[in-house]
């Protein structure tokens, strides 16, 4: 079955510092996504992006957030400088198109980013 | 984009027994999605129910819409083990993005 890949599983990095986490979605899948989750807590929306613009984003993604679509498959978030509230779980997700009023997301595995 | 609010919070049972939550939300749907988070993993979509539906069905599995009430049911029977892990209901409209509560936890007890 098709599945959403992320890297990597688990990054630590020093506060002040740029992460990229990478993502290879559904190659099909027209929608991607980044969600976080802190621990403990639920499954909050960052980002959509479609036809390579991002086209809602909530208001977690503040300036320090990016993401972007550089080749064919891959679909990258970056946090251009880290904090330690930072530290979460980054699931990366994607669907198939919403034409059909549906919009099924599979996730992946997620990336787990400890700040320190 | 509106999220789901799941209820209980927890919930216990042991293994073979049924469980079931609930799910209420505020404003008009097209449709409304059931996914399951076992500890520390991704979600997994388990069952997409529309507007027009009332009832569907996928294994052991069965989902409840009522639009009038603008709630959702989850029933689980015949649980296992395997079934421990959180359940959160996605209401959908148009948005491009889907949002998520709290989630009911649910412990499968051997």
């Known amino acids: 079955e098709p599945e959403v890949t992320q890297t990597p599983s688990h990054q630590v990095t020093q506060m002040g510092q740029e992460v990229i986490l990478r993502c290879v979605p559904i190659?099909?899948?027209?929608?991607f996504y980044w969600y976080r989750q802190i621990l403990g807590q639920k499954v909050e929306f960052l980002v959509s992006?479609?036809?390579?613009?991002?086209?809602?984003k909530s208001e977690i993604f503040d300036d320090q957030f990016s993401v972007e679509r550089p080749d064919g498959s891959n679909f990258t978030l970056k946090i251009r400088s880290t904090k330690l509230e930072d530290s979460a779980m980054y699931f990366c997700?994607?669907?198939?198109?919403?034409?059909?009023?549906?919009?099924?997301?599979?996730f992946g595995a997620g990336s787990r980013l400890t700040v320190l | 984009s509106q999220q789901g609010e799941e209820d209980p919070q927890a919930l216990s049972i042991q293994e073979g027994e049924n469980a079931t939550m609930n799910c209420s939300y505020k404003?008009?749907?097209?449709?409304l999605q059931w996914y399951r988070q076992n500890s520390g993993r991704g979600l997994v979509h388990l069952i997409l129910?529309?507007?027009?539906?009332r009832e569907k069905h996928s294994g052991r599995l069965r989902v409840t819409l009522d639009t009038s009430k603008k709630s959702s049911s989850l029933l689980i029977t015949a649980s296992r083990a395997a079934d421990t892990a959180s359940y959160f209901c996605?209401?959908?409209?148009?948005?491009?993005?889907?949002?998520f509560g709290a989630g009911t936890t649910v412990t499968v007890r051997a």
């Open positions: 992006f479609y036809n390579n613009e991002i086209s809602e």
């Open positions: 996605a209401p959908h409209f148009n948005d491009y993005k889907l949002s």
């Open positions: 997700a994607s669907s198939e198109n919403r034409a059909s009023g549906a919009n099924v997301l599979t």
């Open positions: 190659s099909n899948h027209l929608y």
């Open positions: 129910i529309r507007s027009n539906e």
């Open positions: 404003t008009s749907i097209n449709n």
